[in-house]
């Protein structure tokens, strides 16, 4: 069973830098044919992509967010850390980790982090 288990403040200030860990496990971040993903939800809005790395540590991102995102991981550990910097309260929401598979689709999901920007 693959559970994924997310970290981080749930509160940064505006200009920050916001970084959210999803520790994985019961199963490998370097699998094949999936792809770690963050996820987002502003209040009162869907569900909005934000971006993956996949098991050779390639990235891609929301293009509406690029400049401002970084995906990495930590094999070691079994980690992937989301980093968004700039945060401005536009970025507020509860944010996910999830394990994306073909389709795409997502099987496993973490916990949720609500985030709030503010001073």
């Known amino acids: 069973q693959v559970e994924l288990q997310q970290s981080g403040p749930g509160l940064i200030e505006p200009s920050q830098t916001l970084s959210l860990t999803c520790t994985v496990s019961?199963?490998?971040?370097?699998?094949?044919?999936?792809?770690w993903t963050w996820i987002r939800q502003p209040p009162g809005k869907g569900l909005e992509w934000i971006g993956y790395i996949d098991n050779s540590g390639i990235t891609t991102y929301r293009p509406s967010l690029e400049s401002r995102i970084s995906i990495s991981r930590d094999t070691t550990k079994n980690t992937f850390t989301l980093q968004l910097s700039s945060a401005t309260p536009e970025d507020a929401a509860v944010y996910y980790c999830?394990?994306?598979?073909?389709?795409?689709?997502?099987?496993?999901w973490g916990q949720g982090t609500p985030v709030t920007v503010s001073s």
């Open positions: 999830a394990r994306a598979i073909s389709g795409p689709s997502y099987d496993y």
């Open positions: 019961g199963g490998s971040i370097t699998a094949d044919d999936v792809w």
